[in-house]
């Protein structure tokens, strides 16, 4: 890790069991990593799967500067973990795992925002609510293929098969520099809160609550309130920094920066990770 400075950002994060007999979900809220893990409903030892992966990240908790590279690598040991996870318990287990990670990167402050799985993270501008990431599941394909339509998608039969998780085969995550702006605010879920709260519903709580533990509080609340069946986890972070418009974000790909560029970068393997 180099550099003279470090991204000014800070948040915090509410989990609860909801309907589940346990809490599978795990998630980091401390500067600068904000993300969380949702261990596979139904698997064994999910919940030690979640938490296995946030393991790999809590040594970047107190860092400065932290690097995209620091977060390729954590996001390898997040994989070799689960594995280790798998081996002790003699079968399945694994998770999601999603988020964002204030880096320094070319001199300039970023958010890395990653993903694997179908836990999301939304970025939150002047009202504006929009998913960064995009969900690694059997009814997002379906979407995409213009099957369904994301509404059906809430109901849909397979809507909890996952074509992506920490614990597959495939070692590649999503990721995507986004870029650190006055009043942008993130919001990283399980998919809990989801199934029980509308988007535009996300986003107007977390628009009017200032302070983030509180915000991260009334949207677990109202998932609860509406019965949640599910682990609902749900973190928001805040950037004071920002990102000047010249900084150069090669060889990562910027989310935001063209609406027509392709914005699911699945295959991100680094050979330097």
Known sequence: M????????????????????????????????????????????????AWAAMAAFQPLVGTAPVTPDDVARAHLEARRNVAAVQA??????????????????????WWMVINVGDSRTYALDGGELRQVTVDHSHVQELVDAGRITPAQALVHPDRNILTRAIGDDILEMDAWLVPQVPGRRLIVASDGLMKEVEDREIGEIAGLIGDAATAAAALVDLALGRGATDNVTVVVADATSTTPHEADAAPWPVWGADEHEDTTPSARRRGDA
């Open 2 to 49: 180099s550099g003279d400075s470090s991204p000014d950002v800070a948040g915090a994060g509410v989990t609860a069991v909801g309907g589940r007999a346990r809490n599978e979900d795990a998630f980091i809220a401390e500067t600068p990593v904000f993300v969380v893990a949702d261990g596979m409903g139904g698997h064994l030892a999910g919940a030690e799967a």
């Open 88 to 109: 002790d318990v003699g079968a399945a287990s694994g998770t999601t795992l999603t988020g964002a990670v204030a880096v320094m990167h070319g001199g300039s402050p």
